[in-house]
Structure formats: structure tokens, C-alpha cells
């Protein structure tokens, strides 16, 4: 088992993963400065997430997402970008922002579950 998998948890590690997990849809400009992304399996858990860190580039000028329909596991989501960049390099840095989001949440949480800094239940 490589170290990757090694720290995969089980429940991420099980998911199968559609070999297609994200696509461009049709009607994205030319210069891919506005582009619609469908991403499979997923809903509001990631897209209002994803679209706050998208969101937080001075270089987009719109992000917004949407689940076309309740029993379709899919989301779709379209960023706008100025001209000094595209939306597919903002998605990119979108999903970075976000995973070095959830890191540093982790590190603090597991900083002061050590430091013994919570309320305990009664």
C-alpha cells in the first residue's frame, strides 16, 4: 500500500470516483473566461464551499452553483473571470484554497483538542 492510500480514511478511500468527475459544458467562451462546470456525485456540501473560495480570487467576477435536479447527482458550476486569468485556472485555485482552508481548520482543531481547550458536556 503507498503512503497515499495509506492516508486515505476508509470512507473516501471506498468512494467511487466517476471517471468523469468534473466536465466543461457546452457554451464556454473562447477564451475560457466563462465557463460551466458539471461536477458528478456532489451537492451543496461542496458547491457552497467551493464557490466561497472561488469567490475570494479579486480575478472572478462571478461564481455560482446549482443542482439542476434534486435526483440527478450532479452539480453545475459557472465562474466568470476577468481577462488576467480563466475560470479554469480559478476552479483550480478555487480547490486549492479550500483543501489549505480545511487544512488549517484541522491543525487548529487538533491544536487545541490537545491544549485540552474545549467545553466538555456535563
Same mark, same amino acid.
Given at each position: 500500500?503507498? *503512503?497515499?492510500?495509506?492516508?486515505?480514511?476508509?470512507? @473516501? *478511500? +471506498?468512494?467511487?470516483?466517476?471517471?468523469?468527475?468534473?466536465?466543461? +459544458?457546452?457554451?464556454?467562451?473562447? #477564451?475560457?473566461? /466563462?465557463?460551466?462546470?458539471?461536477?458528478?456525485?456532489? #451537492?451543496?456540501?461542496?458547491?457552497? /464551499?467551493?464557490?466561497? *473560495?472561488?469567490?475570494?480570487?479579486?480575478?472572478?467576477?462571478?461564481?455560482?452553483?446549482? @443542482?439542476?435536479?434534486? /435526483?440527478?447527482?450532479?452539480?453545475?458550476?459557472? @465562474?466568470?473571470?476577468?481577462?488576467?486569468?480563466?475560470?479554469?485556472?480559478?476552479? #483550480?485555485?478555487?480547490? #486549492?484554497?479550500?483543501? /489549505?482552508?480545511?487544512?488549517?481548520?484541522?491543525?487548529?482543531?487538533?491544536?487545541? @483538542?490537545?491544549?485540552?481547550?474545549?467545553?466538555?458536556? *456535563?
Amino acid at each position: 500500500m503507498d *503512503a497515499t492510500a495509506a492516508d486515505t480514511p476508509n470512507y @473516501i *478511500a +471506498l468512494l467511487e470516483v466517476p471517471e468523469e468527475k468534473m466536465v466543461v +459544458l457546452p457554451g464556454a467562451s473562447d #477564451d475560457l473566461t /466563462s465557463v460551466t462546470f458539471c461536477i458528478k456525485e456532489e #451537492d451543496h456540501t461542496l458547491g457552497n /464551499s467551493l464557490r466561497w *473560495a472561488i469567490m475570494q480570487n479579486a480575478q472572478v467576477d462571478f461564481c455560482g452553483y446549482s @443542482i439542476p435536479h434534486p /435526483s440527478e447527482a450532479k452539480m453545475n458550476v459557472r @465562474i466568470q473571470t476577468t481577462e488576467q486569468t480563466n475560470a479554469v485556472d480559478a476552479m #483550480d485555485k478555487g480547490i #486549492d484554497d479550500l483543501k /489549505s482552508v480545511c487544512q488549517l481548520l484541522k491543525a487548529r482543531f487538533q491544536q487545541r @483538542i490537545r491544549q485540552g481547550d474545549y467545553a466538555r458536556a *456535563a
